[in-house]
């Protein structure tokens, strides 16, 4: 017994939402590593100690940051999580 067309397109539409959701996390891993990857802190001795001149604290904050989502982003995944 084959399913209703409505049904199958919904599966395929399913599928196709989790395969970009799968895709978008790598995206994001792949940025992610790059920035960690790249940032100045990497190649200290003590990456978590504070800076000791203010030229090194500008050196240290010259590499990509991540920014945070914007507020609109934060309130779509808090309640697609709810």
Same mark, same amino acid.
């Given at each position: 017994?084959? /399913?209703?067309?409505? #049904?199958? /397109?919904?599966?395929?539409?399913? #599928?196709?939402?989790?395969?970009? &959701? =799968?895709?978008?996390?790598?995206?994001? +891993?792949?940025?992610?590593?790059?920035? #960690?990857?790249?940032?100045?802190?990497?190649? !200290? !001795?003590?990456?978590?100690? &504070?800076?000791?001149?203010?030229?090194? !604290? /500008?050196?240290?904050?010259?590499? =990509? #940051?991540?920014?945070?989502?914007?507020?609109?982003?934060? +309130?779509?995944?808090? &309640?697609?999580?709810?």
């Amino acid at each position: 017994m084959r /399913l209703p067309a409505h #049904l199958r /397109l919904g599966r395929i539409r399913g #599928l196709a939402r989790r395969i970009g &959701a =799968v895709i978008a996390e790598c995206a994001y +891993a792949q940025r992610r590593m790059a920035e #960690l990857a790249t940032a100045p802190d990497r190649y !200290f !001795f003590e990456p978590d100690a &504070a800076p000791e001149t203010y030229a090194e !604290f /500008l050196y240290r904050t010259s590499g =990509v #940051l991540q920014h945070e989502p914007s507020a609109r982003a934060r +309130a779509r995944s808090h &309640a697609r999580a709810t």
